[in-house]
């Protein structure tokens, strides 16, 4: 005769927010307090979470300023060295989210706690390793236990997953994209100021490359089928696969100083996409439509993004979800089969040459300084002057947080007709470009897509995965444009541009 199982007891919030009183974290909760128990919100109850009760209080009072901060919020003490305080937090929480960063160095312990306890999470790391390696040790667990955990919803890489599939939804048939850019370009009346805490994990991402190259190379392999068709070009790409899954390897992971992460990888896979491979241009290129010159970024963004598109070929109609309702349904299916597969890179832009040589200088900084330690001592001593005063310890100041925006410009070729792929020596026939702006990027665009893909955890579980470790757009690319344009970040169809036919041979 089997004991039944206790019923896990109610959680006390909706949201506890980990982290609440550093430098992101603050705006986190800022964000937050303009949902709590207002009208059709989802979010009635709000903790927050830290070392320090004394600096917790502050942030409310800072967060409520200029009224008083509502008496409802409560304060916990919890500490990410501290197993048992993290669980407490998960058995008292619908969903926790993590601001305590660098995640290389204090996420396991947050993601485990969660997997183990059921809770939903989410956080706004915007470091791959870290991603790759929470997901190989813990999606089985979470799928277990019900708990979903999706990283990067913050400005790395709400903005580049939504902004993508907003291009490749232009294309209508016959139409189809064959490669999307990404120029990504920082604005501001004062200077652009950045967390040191980004620094931070940028510059221990770059030291610690081989280990996620490592990573990936203990993935457990198994082989899959490639099907493909006449209309297509097999765009090869690295591919470790586990659970089931796939990690696909992009070129945006090259840094400075890194080359073994260009070398084959023991398994590949073949993603059909119409057309030719992705050009190479050149170093620094100038991007005539939007009048900015730009410089490969390796960031988040390209990993994020072709983990979405490895789970959407095994899921074609995007995640199912565990109760979800005929309406939600159709409008997933409706969603997802309108958005198309497409190479896709990430450019840093600037409209100045000197800015793309600042740019360019502060990668070579890194490159050869973090691959010794009293080189990354250096770094993280001096990161104002490693960085060219785009980054310091003290953060921004909120006139500068005021004054700063972003506008990320999608630049996508491909072809009007998907049989004009298969002719050779193809060539793209077709521009599409969009844009998505917003305001500063990382105290204002990320509590927006943290706490908009918190309010969609809330108010749709039901319609969501049951459990698992996923990325943002396969979770919440259904609905979370829509809630991103109500909160400030807006996105617009620029131009669409039939290109002149090559001249014959």
Request: glycine share 8%; hydrophobic share 40%; net charge neutral.
């Amino acid at each position: 005769m089997q004991t039944a199982q206790p019923q896990k007891p109610r959680p006390l919030y909706d949201i506890i927010i980990l982290g609440a009183s550093g430098f992101t974290g603050k705006y986190v909760v800022k964000e937050a307090l303009k949902f709590l128990n207002t009208p059709s919100s989802p979010l009635k109850t709000l903790a927050l979470a830290g070392r320090s009760r004394e600096k917790l209080v502050k942030t409310l009072q800072w967060a409520a300023h200029p009224i008083s901060p509502p008496n409802d919020v409560s304060v916990i003490i919890a500490d990410t060295t501290d197993p048992p305080s993290l669980s407490s937090l998960c058995n008292q929480t619908k969903l926790l989210l993590n601001c305590v960063g660098p995640y290389r160095i204090h996420g396991e312990p947050v993601v485990a706690a969660c997997a183990s306890s059921g809770c939903d999470y989410l956080d706004i790391t915007g470091e791959p390793e870290f991603m790759e390696e929470m997901e190989a040790k813990y999606h089985e667990k979470a799928m277990e236990t019900g708990s979903l955990i999706v990283s990067a919803c913050g400005f790395d890489s709400i903005p580049a997953e939504m902004g993508v599939m907003f291009n490749t939804r232009q294309w209508v048939a016959p139409a189809v994209p064959n490669h999307v850019t990404a120029y990504v370009s920082l604005e501001s009346d004062k200077r652009i100021v950045g967390n040191f805490a980004t620094y931070e994990s940028a510059v221990l991402g770059v030291a610690n490359m081989d280990k996620l190259q490592q990573l990936r190379r203990s993935r457990p392999k198994k082989p899959r089928p490639v099907v493909s068709d006449h209309s297509t070009f097999l765009f090869v790409v690295d591919i470790l696969v586990f659970h089931g899954r796939g990690i696909l390897v992009p070129e945006a992971d090259m840094m400075l100083g890194h080359p073994d992460l260009f070398k084959p990888l023991p398994q590949t896979m073949m993603i059909a996409i119409p057309g030719p491979s992705l050009p190479k241009g050149p170093t620094i290129e100038y991007q005539e439509k939007i009048g900015l010159r730009a410089l490969k970024l390796p960031s988040a963004d390209a990993v994020v993004v072709r983990r979405t598109l490895v789970t959407l070929m095994e899921n074609p109609h995007g995640l199912p979800g565990i109760n979800e309702s005929p309406e939600h349904i159709g409008k997933r299916e409706a969603y997802w089969s309108s958005v198309k597969p497409a190479h896709f890179g990430v450019k840093i832009a600037s409209k100045s040459l000197l800015g793309i040589y600042r740019i360019l200088g502060v990668g070579v900084f890194i490159g050869l300084l973090c691959r010794f330690s009293f080189g990354r001592w250096l770094l993280l001593k001096f990161p104002s002057f490693f960085s060219f005063g785009w980054f310091r310890k003290t953060g921004p100041s909120e006139d500068e947080v005021r004054s700063a925006s972003f506008k990320m410009w999608f630049v996508g070729y491909g072809f009007s007709d998907s049989n004009l792929a298969s002719e050779r020596n193809s060539k793209p026939d077709m521009e599409i470009i969009t844009r998505v702006m917003g305001p500063e990027i990382g105290y204002v665009t990320t509590p927006i897509s943290l706490v908009q893909c918190a309010l969609i955890v809330l108010s749709q579980r039901e319609n969501l995965p049951k459990g698992g470790v996923y990325t943002p757009g396969i979770v919440f690319g259904p609905d979370l444009q829509e809630r991103l344009q109500e909160n400030g970040i807006s996105f617009d169809v620029v131009s669409k541009t039939a290109l002149p036919s090559p001249a014959p041979a």
